[in-house]
């Protein structure tokens, strides 16, 4: 699966991206790791996109409300 990238401004998350074929939200970390989430409605990542603080939003929103896993 290909997802295009889109590079964020915070401190916790590095870049983010969707594919709405698979509804799987893919977050790269500044610690390095890259995960996928399952199951995210595309608005989910279009808020995230648009959040003031993205890290806020992820840990409220998206943080053990999806199923994941590590892909890097």
Partial sequence: MFTTMV????SDLSAIGYDASSATLT????SG???EY???PYREFLE???AES???Y???NIKDQFPYRRVA
């Fill in 7 to 10: 590079p964020v401004e915070s």
């Fill in 27 to 30: 977050i790269e970390f500044r």
């Fill in 33 to 35: 790791g890259v995960y």
């Fill in 38 to 40: 399952s199951q995210v």
């Fill in 48 to 50: 995230l996109l648009n």
């Fill in 54 to 56: 993205h890290g806020k």
């Fill in 58 to 60: 992820f840990h409220q």
